[in-house]
């Protein structure tokens, strides 16, 4: 119940987040951790998005970490999801079907519908890599945003800092 519970509480603050743009300030402090040629990126997610990633890279921040290609995963890890036309219900379906079907999520996202909102929801790690990488980022910030959704292993101090911050935000 406790991750129903978050959950829940996750979709109404994303909501809530959706109505406000950016500050200046919130969009100079991102810019700072991104190449010029990442920009686009970060600037074309949707609000919502916008906010959490800055929400992760602050608790990033505030954990002590500053390493430039973890900070800039943190902006980026959820890009693709915008540019793949990722909805809102999709983005619920996907949670509640991770939680409760898995196996119908994999056998969801394993068809070949490369510009649905669902697909584009479940490989959106692999896809925001891509155009991090095609966007000049640190090639340590591709395989973050590539693997942010995978398990951490032992030695994976960064994806695991990665992954807590965007969990808890």
């Known amino acids: 119940m406790g991750q129903i519970g978050y959950r829940v509480r996750q979709f109404f603050r994303v909501s809530a987040a959706s109505l406000r743009p950016l500050s200046a300030a919130d969009l100079t402090e ?10 686009p990126l970060f600037a074309a997610t949707s609000r919502a998005d916008q906010r959490h990633s ?8 505030a954990a002590g970490h500053a390493e430039p290609a973890l900070l ?5 890890h959820d890009c693709a999801k915008t540019a793949g036309g990722v909805r809102l219900w999709q983005r619920v379906a996907a949670v509640l079907l991770r939680a409760f079907a898995p196996r119908r ?3 969801l996202a394993a ?13 959106h790690p692999l ?4 155009l991090a990488a095609a966007a000049g980022c640190d090639p340590l910030a591709v395989t973050l945003i590539a693997r942010h959704q995978e398990r951490a292993g032992a ?3 960064l994806l695991a800092a990665l992954q807590a ?5």
């Open 127 to 130: 896809r925001g890599a891509e």
């Open 111 to 123: 068809l070949p519908a490369p510009r649905r909102g669902l697909w584009a929801y479940v490989n």
């Open 105 to 107: 999520l994999a056998r």
């Open 54 to 61: 800055l929400s992760v890279l602050r608790s990033l921040q």
């Open 30 to 39: 991102a810019r700072a951790h991104l190449p010029e040629t990442a920009w």
């Open 165 to 169: 911050a965007d969990d808890d935000n």
């Open 72 to 76: 800039q995963a943190a902006l980026l």
């Open 155 to 157: 030695d994976d101090e």
